[in-house]
């Protein structure tokens, strides 16, 4: 099965801090999209990125910015400036080898930023 | 525009009780999504809705599990006789089409049998 690996189960920074969340994934694919996803405490998973294989530019979202590196199959996800609303659980997903739409999903990292 | 809702939000039963779980998609997604999440393990597939079409079930434990969606509208997920180890929490998504497009997801709903 094509693995999506979040290594870091827990992480605990103060606010105001950068945080990387690691996300490491395998595949036979040369075409394939990456997300990444937040619950919330609220419990709903919220979408935050969807990457296409072909696009290795590093992507920026005010404080969110994704490190895309095929070479090592890694998609990571770094938090700038981190807030204490940022204070969540954080998936790595991608769709099963041969679906464009069974996602598969990390263990998830939970993210905790104190004052 | 009303995100994707689930009910209820716990359910708390017996093992060899009966449970139904409902989600309604975000009006006007064809494609409805079953998750599920057990305990401190990665959240996973269970089956996927095109319209009142199951499109694909392979993620479904066994046949204690039978999931519908009338009309192509809301989608329920029964388990019957549940048994200890389908506590979790259960997920639902929609999305407008199906090929690599965002999922939405509602906010689960969390299953404890006893």
């Known amino acids: 099965a094509q693995k999506v690996t979040q290594a870091q189960t827990e992480i605990s920074v103060v606010e105001k801090e950068d945080v990387t969340l690691d996300c490491v994934y395998e595949t036979r694919d040369t075409t394939y999209y990456l997300f990444w996803y937040k619950q919330p405490p609220s419990g709903e998973l919220v979408f935050l990125i969807r990457?296409?294989?072909?696009?290795?530019q590093n992507e920026i979202s005010g404080r969110y910015s994704w490190n895309f590196q095929k070479s090592t199959s890694s998609f990571n996800f770094t938090i700038t400036a981190s807030q204490v609303v940022d204070s969540a659980v954080y998936f790595c997903a991608r769709p099963l080898r041969g679906t464009a739409s069974k996602l598969t999903f990390g263990t998830g990292t939970r993210l905790q930023v104190t004052l | 525009e009303a995100g994707v809702t689930q009910f209820p939000s716990h359910s708390v039963i017996e093992k060899g009780q009966t449970v139904t779980l409902r989600c309604d998609p975000i009006s006007g997604h064809d494609n409805l999504y079953w998750y599920r999440r057990v305990m401190g393990k990665e959240i996973k597939f269970l089956l996927h809705?095109?319209?009142?079409?199951?499109?694909?079930e392979s993620g479904m434990p066994n046949n204690r599990f039978l999931a519908e969606r009338t009309g192509g509208t809301y989608s329920t997920l029964k388990v019957q006789p549940a048994e200890l180890e389908d506590s979790g929490v259960y997920f639902c998504a929609s999305s407008p089409g199906a090929a690599y497009n965002e999922q939405f997801f509602g906010p689960g709903t969390r299953l404890t049998v006893l």
């Open positions: 990457r296409n294989s072909f696009d290795e």
């Open positions: 809705f095109v319209k009142e079409s199951k499109q694909d």
